[in-house]
Structures are given as C-alpha cells and as structure tokens.
C-alpha cells in the first residue's frame, strides 16, 4: 500500500495521525495519508513564517523567484505523466482529462515565473513641490491556501503561482478526498531548489485541520476553493484575524443556446460542459437554457449522444466519464434526481447510479420545462446532471439565466453578433463563453460573484492580489520643516 507524507520546513512527516484513502473505481483502500492536526498545522505556518522573514527568501529578487518558478514548471512537466495517474488513482477523475490538465498546469507557473520581475509599484505625481511619493508593492505575507479534491495541481498552482511569484510563503491544505496528487507535487517542488518553509502541503479534515490553519493568527491572506457551506466557515474563522480571503466557489452555470446556434458544435460544448469530469466541475454548464423553437431537436442530439458516452474505469484513456469521487457524492446525486422527478422533471436520459462496483453515475438528462421549483435548477450537483429549460424570447433567457445565486461562469451559442454582445452585458458571471465553452489560459481572470465567491485567480491581477501596497513619502527640501501643528 502507498505511503504518503506531509511537507513542512523542507522535510517530509507522517502527521499526527494517518487514514486511508479508497480508490472510487473500486472502493477499496489503495494507501495511507497523513492527517494534520492543530501540532502539525502550527509547524506548518511556523516554517512558513520563518521562511517569510528569512534573508535567503526576503532578499531574493523577483528574478531569481522566477527561476525557480520555471524550474518547478519544468520538473512539473517531465513528471505530468505520474501525477496524473496519481491522481486518477485517488480521485476518479478520468486519466484523459487527468493527464491533459496535468501538462498544462505547468504553463500556469511558467506565466507566473515570467509575472515575478513585472510586478511593479509606481511612483505618484503628488500634490507637494518637495516631496517625492511612490508605491512599493510588498507580499501580503504567509498565504492559507485550501483546495477542494477536484483538480487540486491545477486549484492550487493559480494560488501557488501568484503567491510565490509576489515574494508570499504559503501553506497548503489539500483536500482529505485524493490528497495524493498534492503530497506528490511537494516531492517534487522539494527539488526545485526553493528555500526550506516557502511551500509547505499538509493535508486532513475540516475542523481538525482546515479550521485550525484558517484561523490561525499568523495567517495574513486565506485563499479558498470548495463549496459555498465551508466558505462560509472559512471567512468566519479568517474574521478572528482579520485576514483577507479570495474565494473560488461553486456554480450553476446557464448554457444558452439560441435557435440560429451551430447544433452541432452548441451539443458537443454542451456534453463536454456537463459530463466532462463526470460533471464534477464547478463551471459545469448544469443549466440547459435552449430556445423553444429547436428545444426537442437539440434534446434528441444530445440524448443520441450522452447514450454512447463511454462509461468505465477512470485509468482507460478509452473512458469519457468516470466514477464519482466519493459514495456520498453518487448518493446526493440520486437523492437530487429522485427529488426534480417527483416534482414532475421528465427524465431524457439516466437517472440511476449503476450497479456495479466503484461510484459511477451515468450522464443524466431532466426535463425541467414543466417543473420550474425543482432542485436540479438551483442546487449544485457536482455530478453528471444536467437540466433543462426551454425559452421564447431573448429576454427571457436572460432572465432565466441570471435567476441564480452563483455567478461563476455561462454559455451563449448564437452566430447573431448582436445578440451575442446584448447577451455578455445582461449575463451576472464571472465568465462568458461564446461559441465555445469550458475553455482556460493563465493569461484570462477566472472567478465568479454572489454564492460563487470572489476575487480572481489567473492573471496579471491575481499576483497583484498577494501584494499589499506601501506608501513611501520623501522629502526633497533641506528646509526646516513649516508649522509643526499642521497637517501637511
Ligand atoms: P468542500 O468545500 O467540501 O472542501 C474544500 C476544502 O475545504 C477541503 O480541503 C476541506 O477539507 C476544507 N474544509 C472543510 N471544512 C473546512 C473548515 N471548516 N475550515 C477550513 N477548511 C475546511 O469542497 P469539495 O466537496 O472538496 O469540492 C467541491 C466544491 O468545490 C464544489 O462546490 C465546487 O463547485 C467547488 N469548486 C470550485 C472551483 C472554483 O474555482 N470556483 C473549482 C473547483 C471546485
């Protein structure tokens, strides 16, 4: 059985306690994780801390903090193909999508490595003859960063990226379901030379771990992705400190598709918006809002092709949707179908976990036109679910598109280019795909608004945000300073 440990100081622990962890293709017990508790959390922030301070760190400059960024990137991509398995292996998540973002993963800290020496204060034209002002941007300091299981190498480099490229030290709490990858990742980062306590990875449970490390007080910035519950957790712990937060939340996405749309191009977008990663993705396109004028042809595609979805072992490169991550997440998909079903959401296609070993639920399609209170419409599934809406006019897709308390991402298929632009202005989003869907660059801000958090995360601004700004005033005269009882 695997052995996996944590990362802290430069060093690698077994944690307090251990547990296990299943593999959900079978659901069988494949190897031991360490589990942090409040000891090894304190260690943990305590190397990063001193990391922050250390001359090694402090005075390194950004140039040379960008070399190391590029060296990670670089051993990140020779080493893409066994962090991918790992990660199929502890997750589920299916070896195709697993092994592509993987290989990508490695372009964001090659974005970030390139940030860290561009990353500029500015000098003011200030009010005052003999004074010279100027901005210097300075880490904000020893960084939370909890990610949820889902694409952890990827969740975490857009915080580790920025972070370490602004001069930050972090430590990083994966998640108790799939920690492999980010346990893997710390062996790794170990040999791109960076000084000891600039990363440390722990991982373990909510209050055990997560609870302890947000609101511990040398913490100064919490950056936080999972679902919208243990947000709010998270911000009630950071307030005992006064930390900032980002937050990456979940979605419930619109995916609007109006009658001039390509068919076929809007259905393939829609498949891979909802049954890519088995659903389990918060910019999942979970809401179907299509026009009522072709809304059964549009449906009859996609029904004829989600049938022919190669369910099966997430570690096949033949597979397209895999087993869930976990039996309570299969398990809260049926209860959400049963639900939309007894109140009259018609199903088009699956609806039943399968009976077979591992946590498979097949790509699902509900009906939701005559049912407008059921929960598939508003409730995030993360799961492969999807529901669907019929509209008349323009803007009552809208309207239905923005009726959401999430705001993360959204899809508009038209070849009108008008509409197309009425349609990015009027959507409440983080995010518009038009004519395409799904599709991310370290180069574009990603984030959302409302129940979907805030704050972005790839980008020039995301480094930015793991700045603080510092107001430097000079004077230039030799003059005795004026009236000392007024304000200058
Ligand atoms: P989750 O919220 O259950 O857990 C996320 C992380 O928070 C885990 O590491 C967990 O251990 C930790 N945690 C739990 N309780 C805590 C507490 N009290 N204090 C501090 N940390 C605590 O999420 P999940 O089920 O692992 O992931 C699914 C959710 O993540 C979905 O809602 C999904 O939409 C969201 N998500 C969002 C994005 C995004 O970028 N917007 C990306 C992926 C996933």
């Not at 659901?27 to 000891?39: D, H, I, L």
């Not at 440390?200 to 947000?214: A, K, M, Q, R, Y």
């Not at 979805?309 to 998909?333: F, H, N, S, W, Y």
Request: aromatic fraction near 8%; charge should be negative; glycine fraction near 8%.
């Amino acid at each position: 059985m695997d052995h996996f440990q944590h990362y802290i100081g430069g060093a690698f622990s077994d944690g307090a306690a251990r547990f296990d962890s299943v593999d959900p293709a079978t659901g069988q017990v494949w190897a031991t994780m360490p589990e942090a508790r409040a000891e090894d959390v304190n260690a943990a922030v305590d190397a990063a801390e001193a990391a922050f301070y250390c001359a090694e760190w402090a005075s390194m400059t950004a140039t040379a903090r960008g070399k190391l960024l590029y060296r990670l990137a670089d051993l990140l991509a020779d080493n893409a193909a066994r962090l991918a398995e790992l990660e199929t292996r502890d997750t589920g998540k299916i070896i195709r999508e697993t092994s592509a973002q993987i290989a990508y993963v490695a372009e964001y800290y090659r974005y970030y490595a390139g940030l860290a020496d561009k990353i500029e204060g500015a000098h003011l034209p200030i009010d005052k003859p003999d004074m010279d002002v100027w901005l210097r941007r300075e880490p904000i300091g020893v960084v939370a960063a909890v990610v949820p299981w889902n694409s952890q190498l990827f969740l975490s480099a857009v915080k580790i990226g920025p972070a370490l490229a602004a001069g930050c030290t972090m430590v990083v709490k994966a998640s108790e379901e799939g920690p492999a990858p980010m346990l893997e990742f710390a062996r790794i980062f170990d040999q791109a030379g960076f000084p000891p306590g600039v990363l440390n990875v722990i991982t373990g449970f909510g209050p055990e771990c997560g609870s302890v490390l947000t609101r511990h007080p040398k913490i100064d910035h919490v950056a936080f992705t999972g679902g919208p519950e243990t947000a709010r957790h998270v911000v009630r712990n950071s307030a005992e400190n006064l930390a900032s937060t980002s937050l990456e939340l979940g979605g419930k996405s619109p995916f609007i598709v109006f009658e001039d749309a390509d068919i076929e191009s809007a259905v393939n977008a829609q498949i891979s918006g909802i049954f890519a990663a088995s659903g389990q993705s918060c910019v999942a396109g979970s809401r179907l809002v299509v026009s009522n004028k072709i809304k059964s042809a549009f449906l009859a595609r996609l029904k004829e092709k989600a049938q022919v979805i190669a369910i099966g072992a997430p570690d096949d490169m033949a597979t397209e949707v895999g087993p869930l991550c976990t039996k309570r997440q299969c398990e809260t998909a049926q209860d959400l179908v049963d639900a939309s079903v007894a109140v009259g959401a018609e199903l088009v296609v699956g609806g039943q976990a399968l009976d077979r070993e591992g946590f498979y639920f097949p790509p699902t399609i509900l009906d939701c036109s005559n049912a407008p209170d059921a929960p598939c419409l508003t409730n995030e599934f993360f799961g492969p679910v999807l529901s669907v809406t019929g509209f008349d006019t323009e803007a009552e897709a809208l309207a239905i598109a923005n009726d959401t308390a999430f705001g993360l991402a959204s899809g508009v298929f038209t070849k009108d280019l008008t509409r197309a632009h009425r349609m990015i202005r009027g959507i409440r989003a983080g995010i518009v795909w038009v004519n395409t869907y799904r599709a991310v660059s370290p180069i574009a801000p990603f984030g959302g608004h409302g129940l979907s958090g805030h704050g972005r995360e790839g980008g020039m601004q995301a480094a930015l945000d793991y700045t603080k700004v510092k107001a430097v005033w000079l004077r230039t005269s030799d003059d005795p300073i004026p009236d000392p009882f007024v304000m200058r």
